[in-house]
């Protein structure tokens, strides 16, 4: 037994020898000759020039501001007062650098194994630079190099488009050699979307240094890939004419092509991204923190809202796919339904009712009554089930960051959601664009697209990249015929006929526009409350959304308008009107060239004879 555990010992003991031997001259060998090497070697990465971002017309979004950095030798003595002597020279010739701030930055990366300059300011302008650079030069332990910063000449008025960007974290860091070595990246909008093409490629150089580190020849040496550039199909002008025609109001707006490319997105209020460049104040954050209408928030694709009846072209989809005949009977409004054994009203907006009502005129002039009776025909689920295929609830797909789903709601979600069932009245709600359901302001513009069209485009910001066209994906999705031209031309009638709820803002437009107003409650109403107050004599945050989305001509579908208005009251009276003048510039600067002003004027006058003879004689599609 003795003899065993000796043996074991013995065993034991070579193993941790054998151990040993192995961790000292195989494995720690690859330590010290790489380190070996790194002592031999130098090797140093050229950061990339960052691309530009640029609109339509080439006029610059993002752009890179030339300039210099600032460096410091490593292994300067503190003790002896070599750092602290470099360190006046520079406050010497730039008084405004914090000099208690460069040598914090200093001792946090000097070490006996860094052999690198250690960079203490991050950019000095140009012609502050050329003033002393012939002086600065000549102390060898400063180390002047050409950097770039990150300016965006157009500031708020494309801040939730073209985004900023910002120092890197470690994460960022940890994934990106690119980022690691600028120490940049791009933190919302495109500048993180793109960024992995907008930093570009790395180069570096090797070179052969002696024991003091200095250079002795060029080994080998990699150029950077830079200014990969970004052009986008918006158009500056037109998105600095919206957003001074929002002036304060706190407001989406969506202009695109039917085919997908985004000519104008304005969330206002907004902010300005330059102050994120070089790290935003504590103050300048609290301000925008602070502010009640979440400037920094991307509305577009960053918030949701109930759609109201901007939805029921989709109501009426779901009926015609699900519901055989049911779409084609019309409905009887007395200005409101009770669902089953209930007393609880679920009332139309107009008191009065509107008589009998088809698929046409319920467009025209927004029953509600009509919508309620076709949802509880086909139930919740085939409801959000067609909803989401025509893109409401879901990502638009949009090449922006973080893009949210909002909410189509079915029995489903709602169990998984709450625990609960779905009740019969939660339908009725959901089909007027209440309840559960919420959308982006870039989802009704993409599915008003549909409906003009037929097509589900993905709304695209990128024209090229790098030179390359970007291709936008669409497909086409088939509904019964002669339902989706009564949809259209219920549309048309909404902006074109005097019942239309948008006939005072847009029927004297120089061209064409179908479309349809949402006036989506925040709050509810009670069933004891027999006159409704109005919008304008309640308080702003209980005041309810307007919405107007619409397309134009109406004949052949070219370009997209969707405004909201928070808390803006009714979509004809509110947002109207900013759709109107929206179409006005539009058309002014040569958008509609394939429709001459003489050809639109002879239109104008003649439906408007039309309308004179009978409210309801229109132009087929």
Known sequence: ????????????????????????????????????????????????????????????LAINKIGFSLSIAPHLSIKRGELQKVIEEMKA????????????????????YNHKFIKVVEFVSYNDMMKVYPRLSLNPHIKIEAETKRHYPYGQFAAHIVGYIGRSNKKENDKDPVTKAVGKAGKSGLERYYNRVLEGELGYTITKVNARNKALEVLEKKDPVSNRNLMLHLDMKLQKYIRLLLKKKAAIVVVMKSTGEVLSAVSNPSYDPNLFVDGISVKNWKALQLNLGHPFTNKFIHAVYPPGSVIKMGIALATSKFGKGVLDKEEHCVGFITVGKSKHKFRCWSKWGHGDVDLRRSIRESCDVYYYNKSLEIGIDNVAKTLKSIGLGIKTGIDLPVEYNGIIPDKAWKKKRYGLPWYMGETVIAAIGQGYDNVTPMQIARYTAFLATGRLVTPTLAKKINGNPVKIPSKRISFNAAHMKQIRLGMYDVCNVKSGTAFKTMSKLPIKVAGKTGTAQVVSIPQDVKKRVKEQDLAYFKRSHAWITTYAPFKHPEYIVTVLLEHGGHGGSSAGPVAADIYK?????????????????????????EDNASSTKLPSQ
Not at 589 to 595: A, E, Q, T, V
């Open 1 to 60: 037994m003795r003899y065993k555990i000796v043996i074991l010992l013995f065993l034991g003991v070579w193993a941790l020898m054998i151990g040993r031997l192995y961790q000292v001259s195989i494995k720690s060998g690859f330590y010290y000759e790489k380190l070996a090497k790194e002592n031999i070697e130098r090797k140093e990465y050229i950061k990339p020039v960052r691309g530009e971002i640029v609109d339509t017309d080439g006029n610059f």
């Open 93 to 112: 010739v730039f008084p405004d650098i914090n000099s208690s701030v460069m040598e914090k930055v200093y001792r946090k990366y000097s070490s006996a």
């Open 585 to 609: 510039w539009l058309y002014y600067h040569g958008y509609f060239r394939n429709h001459p002003l003489k050809a639109v004027q002879a239109e104008l006058e003649a439906a408007k004879a």
